[in-house]
């Protein structure tokens, strides 16, 4: 049996960047693979991106919107099964829970009991940890799996740092019950915390406060605690073993990085014989743990960042999968899909029509009438849209509108006028329209007409009008009612010139014509010059720009501009770094660490 962790860094690009989710899920060969930082919402929890051939999944999502966290965090399971339904295969789950405090609304609209363990705490901190939906559980007969996503601290956010503290607090309450009842635990996931100086690069800063550290080394057996830290366990020594990377940085070209990806484990093993000393779960039943590197965005053979490759949009994550496989792992007794599976979201599964729907929609159908008027539903009693309305400017009002027009049109004011379900009843109905019955549909593109009907476009604000002073407005040349007037209704200001060449009418629409002509190779030539224009001034700021970009000191190589984006006196101030990636700096390649100041004063906001 195989578990994979994943910090995924949003589920939709990862599933984008494999091509779907199913090919996501195979790449990483494992029985259950759990994702950290899924970005997902509960009404986004679609099929595409919740449902694969074979697997069985579990969510949780960010129930609040506090300090902007509206689909921030989120986790996923997905367990690989033959069969979700009747079976005794260890990687489907006999029992899933949202969250690990118990409290959470499993949808049935009763009150949720709080996990044993945890009556200390009150309902409203319980809500609080489990409302970013960092963890999902699956009980897998033989262990309990934890998949946790934990949350990240500053050292100068104290509001974070407390928040942090009672998740752990309360998370570890909840690990110390079960392992009371003889239970055996995993626990797998992003804890945001790197423990030992083999779990950080050299240089790297406090990435997490040290209280945090110390919280998670008193965790393990070696310190007197339950758990097993399965990667050291099989890796002892191993250095560089990072499993995140800065993304500004460019860090990975060197492996300057941290671990803060974990698997840990504790309880007994399942043989019968538990009088020998060295008998736990991981000795015996661990084969092997490592960090699958091939999944890291920058990989040898990629363009260096002072070479242009910082322009280049590295594919992947900013974190590696951990692996961990499972040696002699039996069977579990018959058991089908826990009701916490995505198969049974009703944005999955679909929703069932009720009968109150279905009166809506006949009560929007009889808003269209016998002859053939929509009434708007947003306008006064008696107001109508007749067919004639929806004729094309230029065409011949009455019988000789066609019906796929007047069908076009009168659907894009319905679906400007109306509510949605009298959209959905009235473009699905026998309608008259000039006379004959026709059955109308409400195309996509008919709604995206009018919707953007009054956007104009960028070359608009460039083009000189078609209209000059010796011409005739468009209002005389067509009627309002579309069709072309008599001579009697041209401008007085307009001579009719009366010669062989044809009708008055004849010789005005030459006239319009050729002026309209003339006016587009103008247009033509003036959008041309602009954009010449436009491209000499852009290479001429390019120039100035690049002049006042500093050179590092110790390669001699142009730097790159930043912006501070941290709340304090230097907010929104412009400076220069080196643009190598960052690395040891016993490392000549690696950033310099050179920095300067574009400007003396910051930018106001």
């Known amino acids: 049996m195989k578990i994979v962790t994943y910090n995924v860094n949003g589920l939709r690009p990862r599933i984008a960047q494999f091509g779907s989710l199913l090919k996501l899920l195979n790449s990483l060969g494992a029985d259950v693979i759990c994702f950290q930082e899924t970005k997902l919402r509960r009404q986004e929890l679609t099929a595409d991106l919740v449902m694969a051939e074979g697997y069985e999944s579990f969510f949780s999502c960010t129930r609040t919107s506090e300090r902007g966290r509206t689909g921030y965090s989120g986790v996923a399971t997905f367990?690989?099964?033959?069969?979700?339904?009747?079976?005794?295969?260890?990687?489907?789950?006999?029992v899933a829970e949202e969250g690990f405090t118990g409290v959470l609304d499993s949808g049935k609209g009763e009150m949720n009991a709080v996990a044993e363990g945890l009556e200390?705490?009150?309902?409203?901190?319980?809500?609080?940890?489990?409302?970013?939906?960092?963890?999902?559980?699956?009980?897998?007969?033989?262990?309990?799996?934890?998949?946790?996503?934990?949350?990240?601290?500053?050292?100068?956010?104290?509001?974070?740092?407390?928040?942090?503290?009672?998740?752990?607090?309360?998370?570890?309450?909840?690990?110390?019950?079960?392992?009371?009842q003889g239970r055996r635990i995993f626990v797998v996931g992003d804890l945001n915390i790197a423990p030992t100086s083999l779990d950080r690069c050299d240089a790297q800063p406090d990435f997490e406060n040290n209280q945090f550290r110390r919280w998670f080394r008193s965790m393990l057996v070696e310190n007197g605690g339950s758990f097993f830290d399965v990667f050291r366990a099989k890796n002892p020594d191993r250095r560089e073993a990072y499993t995140c990377w800065s993304q500004s940085s460019g860090a990975e070209e060197f492996n300057y990085g941290s671990r803060i990806d974990h698997i840990l484990c504790a309880g007994v093993c399942l043989h019968q014989e538990q009088d020998l000393q060295s008998h736990n779960f991981v000795t015996c039943h661990v084969k092997e743990c490592d960090i699958l590197t091939q999944f890291k965005r920058w990989k040898p053979g990629n363009s260096l960042r002072w070479k242009g490759g910082q322009n280049i949009k590295l594919e992947g994550s900013d974190h590696a999968p951990v692996y961990t496989s499972l040696l002699e792992i039996p069977s579990v007794s018959q058991h089908s899909t826990p009701s916490l599976s995505a198969r049974y979201i009703p944005m999955v599964r679909g929703l069932q029509q009720t009968i109150v729907s279905l009166l809506m929609k006949r009560q929007a159908a009889e808003q269209v009438t016998t002859d053939g008027n929509f009434i708007k539903e947003s306008s006064t009693e008696g107001e109508r849209i007749s067919p004639d309305q929806?004729?094309?400017?230029?065409?011949?009002?009455?019988?000789?509108?066609?019906?796929?027009?007047?069908?076009?049109?009168?659907?894009?004011?319905?679906?400007?006028?109306?509510?949605?379900?009298?959209?959905?009843?009235?473009?699905?109905?026998?309608?008259?329209?000039?006379?004959?019955?026709?059955?109308?549909?409400?195309?996509?593109?008919?709604?995206?007409?009018?919707?953007?009907?009054?956007?104009?476009?960028?070359?608009?604000?460039f083009q000189k009008s078609p209209i000059t002073s010796n011409s005739v407005s468009s209002s005389s040349v067509i009627s309002s009612k579309g069709n072309f007037p008599d001579s009697n209704h041209l401008s007085n200001e307009t001579p009719v010139p009366e010669n062989q060449s044809g009708s008055p009418k004849q010789c005005e629409l030459n006239s319009s014509a050729s002026i309209q002509d003339s006016d587009e190779v103008d247009v033509y030539s003036l959008d041309k010059e602009k954009n010449n224009f436009a491209l000499l001034e852009w290479q001429r700021l390019q120039q100035v720009m690049q002049n006042s970009i500093p050179l590092c000191k110790r390669h001699s190589e142009p730097c790159v501009a930043r912006v501070v984006r941290k709340r304090g006196p230097n907010f929104g101030r412009r400076f220069?770094?080196?643009?190598?990636?960052?690395?040891?700096?016993?490392?000549?390649?690696?950033?310099?660490?050179?920095?300067?100041?574009?400007?003396?004063?910051?930018?106001?906001?």
């Open 79 to 94: 367990c690989r099964v033959n069969s979700a339904f009747s079976s005794d295969e260890v990687a489907l789950p006999v």
């Open 120 to 180: 200390e705490f009150s309902r409203d901190e319980l809500l609080k940890v489990d409302g970013e939906g960092r963890c999902v559980i699956t009980d897998h007969g033989h262990f309990v799996l934890f998949n946790l996503y934990g949350p990240r601290a500053g050292g100068d956010d104290t509001e974070r740092i407390e928040f942090k503290l009672k998740f752990f607090k309360i998370l570890e309450k909840r690990w110390e019950s079960l392992l009371r």
């Open 390 to 461: 929806c004729c094309t400017p230029g065409a011949p009002s009455g019988d000789s509108c066609s019906s796929s027009q007047n069908s076009e049109v009168l659907c894009s004011k319905i679906y400007e006028h109306s509510s949605t379900f009298a959209i959905e009843a009235t473009c699905n109905t026998l309608v008259t329209l000039g006379g004959e019955r026709k059955k109308t549909m409400c195309s996509n593109e008919a709604k995206k007409k009018a919707k953007r009907s009054s956007q104009l476009s960028l070359r608009s604000f």
């Open 576 to 605: 220069y770094v080196c643009a190598r990636a960052e690395g040891p700096a016993s490392n000549p390649e690696a950033n310099c660490n050179y920095f300067k100041w574009a400007s003396s004063k910051p930018r106001q906001k």
